[in-house]
C-alpha cells in the first residue's frame, strides 16, 4: 500500500506564494508520476500539475508560469511551488500518485487566497 501526506496549505493574499509538499511512504517504485489535482467549491477536481519519475512535467494552462512542481525521488517526495497567486486558485489539493496502474490519493490540504 502507498500513504500521501500532504502539507503546507495556508490562507495567503493574492499575489502571494505557499509550497505545497507531500509525502509518500509505502511501497513506491521509480516508474510513477506524482501530481497535484484541486477541487474548489461546486467544481469538478482538476488536473494542476505531474511529474514523472524521469522528470517530464505537465501543467494546466490556468498555472503555467506561476507554478512549480519538483520531486525529490530520495525521499519520495513532490513539490509544489505557488507563486503569484490568485483567488481562483482556492481550493483543496490533492497529491495524487499513479504507479503500475494503481492511483493513490492524499487527504488533501487547503489553500485559500483572499485579502
Known amino acids: 500500500q502507498v500513504q500521501l501526506v500532504e502539507s503546507g496549505g495556508d490562507l495567503v493574499q493574492p499575489g502571494g506564494s505557499l509550497r505545497l509538499s507531500c509525502a509518500a511512504s509505502?511501497?513506491?517504485?521509480?516508474?510513477?508520476?506524482m501530481g497535484w489535482y484541486r477541487q474548489a467549491p461546486g467544481k469538478q477536481r482538476e488536473l494542476v500539475a505531474v511529474?514523472?519519475?524521469?522528470?517530464?512535467?505537465r501543467y494546466a494552462d490556468s498555472v503555467r508560469g506561476r507554478f512549480t512542481i519538483s520531486r525529490d525521488n530520495g525521499k519520495n517526495a513532490v513539490n509544489l511551488q505557488m507563486n503569484s497567486l490568485k483567488p481562483e486558485d482556492t481550493a483543496v489539493y490533492y497529491c495524487?500518485?499513479?504507479?503500475?496502474?494503481?492511483?493513490?490519493w492524499g487527504q488533501g490540504t487547503q489553500v485559500t487566497v483572499s485579502s
Open positions: 495524487n500518485l499513479v504507479q503500475r496502474s494503481n492511483v493513490y
Open positions: 509505502g511501497s513506491i517504485f521509480s516508474d510513477n508520476a
Open positions: 511529474i514523472t519519475g524521469g522528470g517530464f512535467t
